[in-house]
């Protein structure tokens, strides 16, 4: 077995992979709070177009990690559809844009019955980009660390969380009784989705102690960084989750309730980063060069 | 219509690497390239065994040209495709250059061909340059040999006899043989590929 660290994608795809993530969720959540925590048309239209507006950024990223960003009209030339995860992610992210702007005009217009079907097909891209992000390291088959099942599931659940973040950013500076009421329904949520990526994370690494070569190799590469140990886990999973647990037990918290997610946001972007770069290739013996 | 494959008799490779340079010269791959150089082929030098009891072996590397490559599975715009016979080969005018297949091909088969490797290209080779986009580059068998009738460079050049090609669906080819006498195996079959190269060790 030869094992290899993987130099393709770094920095860029990470970043791709945070933002799109991020913005899928916020798409998502943000309409969720217009269409069932009456939060009002112009919550539902804001947090639509920001997430939108985070998603772009995030693709400007994987344009420009391609080697020629010009060929990037060729991406919607969609002939891998079939098989390939970037394919099938542009048709998810086309989705998004295209019901997002919809619902958007339609809770703009008070169009109701419309609005409620595109707000639905938005949120449902929404959730598919952040599933999406973690589909696409897992089909690299020579890189047993990612061609798991538990990465699409880790992406999905940290881009949630991110998301919930973001959110509580919005929401912390209003007043209303609509927004203190949405901003602990996001707090409770968000709650729930770190210690279930506490779970995730721990099974993923039992799995991979009892692993392949190139499994452990990744793992042991991520536990002996101090950016994913104290970086990630504890300042951007653990810490957040005491800070958000006490804050939704006391009044007047949502300054801390912020700081945490500001925490959340930055440790969804190192995990993004370190996993992609502790991607290792398990090649055949001889092949390595 | 056949299905082409390749042998690689590594008891029988010199480690001469004339298949290293006769592919590069004729695909005018980046052998200027930093760190050794990027190729379509490659042979390394493996040490096997502890010492005193050492043996160098050379070990030849290709694109597998598999029956269910991943690189294919992963390519967005169909810039990789199979054709007729087998081979696994991309469309340059499709390739976004997004590096999907190079992190989803277990064999370390592809490569960048990037603009600086373009003006090396045509520096080293004028008018002839067969480089003219940058794009993901790897292995072809020679498709435009094949159609001449040739064999690919690298099996042509072989002292060794160490690249030996031919049709798989043809039972009296030598690749067919051996490969049907489970003389020569391919490498790393639990991953799925199906790879159509396939090894003496
Ligand atoms: S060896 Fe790699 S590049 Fe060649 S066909 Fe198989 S997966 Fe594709
Ligand atoms: S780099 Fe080119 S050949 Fe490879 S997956 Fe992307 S578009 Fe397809």
């Not at chain 1, 060929?71 to 079939?82: P, Y």
């Not at chain 1, 897992?138 to 998301?163: K, M, R, Y």
């Not at chain 2, 597998?64 to 199979?82: E, Q």
């Not at chain 2, 794009?135 to 498709?143: A, E, L, N, W, Y």
Request: charge should be negative; aromatic fraction near 14%; include cysteine.
């Amino acid at each position: 077995m030869d094992l290899v660290q993987q130099h393709t994608w770094g920095w860029f795809i990470a970043i791709y992979l945070y933002f799109g993530g991020l913005g899928g969720a916020t798409i998502a959540l943000g309409i969720l709070g217009e269409l069932r925590f009456n939060k009002g048309k112009w919550f539902g239209i804001g947090t639509a177009l920001l997430g939108l507006a985070i998603l772009s950024f995030g693709l400007i990223w994987l344009i420009l990690d391609l080697i020629n960003p010009l060929r990037f009209l060729l991406a919607l030339w969609v002939k891998g559809i079939a098989h390939s995860w970037i394919a099938r992610g542009m048709i998810i992210i086309t989705g998004a844009y295209v019901f997002g702007v919809l619902y958007a005009l339609a809770a703009f217009f008070e169009w109701t019955t419309f609005k409620k079907w595109m707000g639905y097909a938005a949120m449902f891209c929404g959730f598919g980009v952040t599933t999406y992000t973690g589909l696409l390291l897992n089909a690299n088959v020579g890189i047993p660390f990612w061609h798991t099942p538990a990465l699409p599931v880790l992406f999905t659940v940290s881009a949630f969380s991110t998301g919930c973040a973001l959110l509580m950013w919005v929401l912390a500076g209003k007043n209303d009784h609509e927004s203190e009421h949405f901003f602990h329904a996001v707090e409770g949520f968000d709650i729930f989705l770190i210690s279930l990526e506490l779970l995730i994370l721990f099974a993923y690494f039992d799995f991979a102690r009892l692993g392949n070569a190139a499994v452990m190799k990744s793992s042991h590469m991520l536990l002996t960084n101090p950016l994913f140990t104290i970086g990630f886990v504890v300042l951007g999973l653990i810490a957040p989750l005491i800070l958000e647990a006490y804050a939704s037990m006391k009044e007047n918290s949502k300054g801390l309730a912020a700081f945490a997610s500001a925490l959340v946001l930055i440790g969804g972007f190192l995990l993004r980063y370190l996993i992609v770069w502790a991607g290792v290739f398990q090649y055949p013996h001889g092949l390595a060069g | 219509m056949a299905r082409y494959g390749m042998v690689m008799n590594v008891k029988t490779c010199l480690g001469c690497k004339a298949c290293m340079a006769a592919c590069s010269q004729w695909n005018q791959t980046p052998f200027w390239a930093e760190d050794g150089g990027k190729w379509r082929t490659r042979v390394t030098e493996l040490q096997e065994g502890k010492f005193p009891e050492v043996k160098r072996e050379f070990f030849p590397t290709i694109c597998m040209h598999c029956v269910n490559p991943p690189c294919h599975s992963v390519c967005p715009t169909g810039a990789t495709y199979i054709n007729k016979d087998g081979i696994v080969l991309i469309d340059y005018d499709l390739c976004l250059g997004c590096g999907y297949c190079i992190e989803a091909c277990p064999y370390d088969a592809r490569y960048e061909y990037e603009k600086d490797d373009l003006e090396k290209d045509e520096f080293y080779f004028g008018e002839d340059a067969r480089h003219h986009q940058v794009h993901v580059d790897k292995c072809t068998f020679c498709v435009d040999r094949l159609a001449e009738g040739e064999e690919p460079s690298c099996a042509a050049t072989c002292v060794g006899h160490a690249r030996i090609f031919g049709d798989l669906d043809d039972p009296k080819s030598e690749v067919a043989q051996l490969v049907n006498s489970g003389k020569a195996k391919p490498l790393g079959e639990y991953m799925g590929a199906q790879p159509k190269v396939y090894y003496i060790k």
